[in-house]
């Protein structure tokens, strides 16, 4: 389960420093490895991961006709993504064929799906990118899914960009990438990445007024942390 | 031949929908792989294939005084592609080195070409970019093309982006990427893309109005077709 | 040692130019493949290379707290780049991880280094791409640096995107992507570049007229010749 | 259910003939891309896929006392695997950490398992590569799967070297490679291939004798029918 | 044209020599990259380049039936290919489907032809592996050429493994790979390499013995060119 | 400093076992990737690693002329690394043009180095491969290194296959591949990897028997630690 508060915070820090909140915790895969926003707007994608798995398509039994059957894991799936969940695509890094296109990405926009990632592309790619709906993928791909992938499960584990991810698991996304958090670890990462955050700003801070970054960043020097929580009084953060 | 009339629907519709009515005729490999606009300007680039075909350099063959003879291939390529043409060229996928840069796609433009596509890449590729002709490739590359290139066949059958490109197919591009329709096919498939193009887009209204994609895509129910059929009829298209 | 008139000059001219002069004297590899502007500002990247070399980081010689050692390598290039120098970092073209984020970006920028590059990619790269210093890299990389690389040698030669890097080497950027010229070409280099850009603008503006490129471009018409001197002197160039 | 006369069939074909069997039947992706044998003994392996999938390996749920669970699906997959199956993995096309080691494949071998195959690698390949059980991999990989993979399903269907594998289907290994025959379609393939290996080794006497191969392969000339009539009464095939 | 002394003296000097040779003369690509010999049998491959240059398939041209006629690319190249010839085919470095198999091969060897030599795979490769012709490949490839190739052009120029091959250029293949010769190279090539190669085997002669690289290889010590010139009277080469 | 005890228990054990050991205790990356034995003779290399750093070539620091200067790095290496050492190349993963021929080769073995090993290629690989040398490598590379890479450094970290080595790392080579120890790790590495060696072998010999793998490996039931300290004492292992 995702907290709000935990969402509010998720939405507020960059999955560079999620990051290291989770390499401190020796989680070193979760960066979904080069997949990119097809048009951030600004606010980061947080919500937990619902899982759609491809395998490579055999053609006999990916006709274009497949879709006529209304229990198609690719159709179902864009039906049952709950609201607020993350739509993860394991496309087996493989954009030479779509992973879904701009009606299915519309539909869940609709159903209040909080975003969608794979590790593919996606087709109508310039229409998606001007959706109200947070969307990754690794390029542009125009033809139809059937030709090299067929959906073959939904909600399981899968792999998306070499990371490892989990049904619930917490999927962060922002203008740099996106992020696998494991459900159990969303709350604790999410208050040390505030914690970060409010550090990194106030160095960003410094760092602009020409100090060095020896004793400040980290913060070896007794100076900076006297420094650090004056700033995070007058700041209220 | 290229129709104005086919040209003209060709202009209407996008590299995902040819996608699958090529899929449908058994043609899954028509997508020209990892290639991208320079600078997309909205409207599509149509045009029958002209091809270049490049080999790799060998250096006693590519010191920069070729480009002294007049009737080196790809000087002569620029001169002769015919207005209304896409210029196709074969780089083997590779971008090590430029497949051509502005002054020749500046001629090109000047000479009516419809757009050029490489799946190399161009150097002074902003240059390009803000010209009136669309450019597609595959990334920046500064050096000459005789650093790994060698121009070697004037409008020959070739591959580019992994697809096969015969001359006088007719290429399209959007802003997702761009197709190759063989040459035989391009009416019936550019009449089926705009009926495929206008449930498209009766089905992202209805879906932007929050009907499921059940029933409604593919029109398995009933209800979509007379609905779609009043659509067509209030939109006249 | 960069003269402030070949700075300058460097500042006015491509990258293509300057590959194609650097071609002429048998130097095809000078060109950093696969690496891009964060957010191209519109100013040339014009420095000396000052550079970072990472090794595959080993586990138990990275965890977070090596950045608590104020000579821990990375930091310690960060506060020694000198001024007006281009910080090269050689990530063995892997942008699984980090080579630096914006708090080192923005210190190198604060203390007047000219720009940064890297074969691998940059986290918080949003930021980056909003900073006032020129910015390369091949993609986005949220995760620290120490989950791959370990930063190891200062200032030493590198490859840097399948290009030899020596200290001292001039780097130029634009918005194609990064070029190094060997320190002891750099004047001449940057001499035959103003003199070939000078010429390919007039040859640019003749082909926006209508002229065909052959006899323009190479100039093996006469006319062209006796043309080029009559623009320059119109111009002034 | 794979009869023992198709079995038998299958023992005495190549995948080469496979391949082009099957795609006659529009099926161009059956063989395993770039798989090898560890030490190809003479005899095809053949049997039902029986099929493991691994996901990417997350640090906290992968430690080496994993395998203290008897029910680890690695291990459990291993002592279930069906007498006479073939074990295939689908290992993402990782070789970084090995698929399994000989331990395993030594259990695999002694439960009279008919063979191996991963789109990774396998650790302790020269032991393996001495075992009297077909194997087939990517390359040696020494690490431990939880380096990299984590075993997640059993007997699902999966992706192996860009090949579609369901459980059931039929595997063959040559000294080639690897191709997969859907389960339908084993009896008529095997049969149509014994076929088509009676032309291949009449077509390769009359090619090792000086005949060309026009007329004769294919055979468009009347008389090669009428010898190939008579080559198989002689040859009792 | 290959004179019978040239090609007995490529018979005996290796591929590394041969590249050595060329480097000098500015030549640094002309080693095909990543070939590797099926079952080299002790004897250097030597001939002139006859070429095959494959395209992407597009379906619809591609049918089996495709071989019915005698014209077919593919097979007309296999019957015209002079004796002494090697095959050179340009498979665009794609192994996913074979550029030939085993009987095409046999009437290869039985026309006299010297060898053959994709960037790509052959299927049937390990009896081609057994025959008394010299063959080289990327990797085995079971499915039959039409699933990815079309042959398209017969002895034109071509790259092969990123080198470039104009039809006559001499191809030499050993144990380790295959090079091409610029066909107006090939005699002092020749020669040079046969000098060479006889100071390598005296150097190797000496370093088994004990001496120091150092002064020798390269010869910097006048002593070694004495020692050289006593050597080869010695031994009468 | 590597104890002859040391070396003679690595002898003995696998890289397999050795990368279980290493996993243990979190180093997950000592696995040199793609690399290969030549032709392994039976016995594991053993030794410390010197390094030899390979940058790109830059081609007017690279004419053959530079083996004349013998303080050249690659020259000066293969003349200092010690007896007993593994020479290890840091190639950047370019296997274009080689690391090293047959000549230096010879020469380390002359002068009793342990073994050589090289993430690009060798040249003169046939040669190599029957030497009383060990030796690894990506594929054979017939250019001279001066191709693509220029040696730069002695004897510093580099990476190596992905892997990071530091000289004096203890470098371990079997059938399989390579792997590297860290040096301050190597008494207890191979103590360990003795240790299971050992119990990997009763393991072998009991699953050979029929044992089932659950609860025999790892050794979770009772009987099998009986089992096993029976078989060590009865073995005198």
Redesign the interface.
């Known amino acids: 389960m995702l907290s709000a508060s935990t969402r509010d915070l998720l939405k507020q820090v ?3 420093t ?3 909140a989770l ?9 979904i ?2 997949v ?1 926003p097809l048009n ?1 707007k600004g606010e980061n994608m947080v919500g937990p991961a619902y899982t759609l798995r491809y ?7 990916n006709p ?1 006709s497949v ?2 059957d ?1 229990a198609h894991p690719q ?1 179902k799936a ?2 049952e993504c709950p609201e607020g969940a993350v739509f993860v695509v394991d496309s ?1 890094k ?3 064929a ?1 992973s879904a ?4 990405v ?2 869940l926009m ?1 159903r209040g799906v909080a975003g969608i990632v794979t590790d593919g592309g996606f ?4 229409e998606i990118g001007e959706l109200a709906i947070p969307s990754y993928h690794h ?6 899914n ?2 090299v992938h ?1 959906a ?2 939904i909600n ?4 998306c960009g ?3 991810v989990f049904p619930g698991d917490i999927i962060v996304g ?4 996106v ?1 696998v958090i ?1 459900a159990h670890l969303a709350d604790e990462i999410a208050a040390e990445a505030r914690e970060m955050t409010a550090f ?1 700003d106030f ?2 801070e410094k ?2 007024e ?1 100090r ?4 400040l ?2 913060a ?1 020097d007794e100076q900076t942390k006297i420094d650090f929580a004056a700033w995070r009084a007058a700041k209220n953060r």
Chains 1, 2, 3, 4, 5, 6 share one sequence.
């Open positions: 960059s999955t560079a999620l990051a290291t390499f401190k915790r020796g989680l070193r895969n979760q960066f490895q080069d990119r951030f395998m490579p398509a055999r053609e006999d039994l274009i879709f006529l209304r159709r864009v039906e087996r493989d954009a030479r779509a296109g701009s009606i299915l519309t539909r609709v087709r109508d790619s310039p390029r542009p791909a125009a033809p139809t059937l030709t067929q073959i499960d399981v584990p899968i792999g070499d990371a490892p922002d203008g740099e990438g992020i494991p990194e160095v960003t760092v602009r020409g060095s970054i020896l004793g960043y980290p070896t």
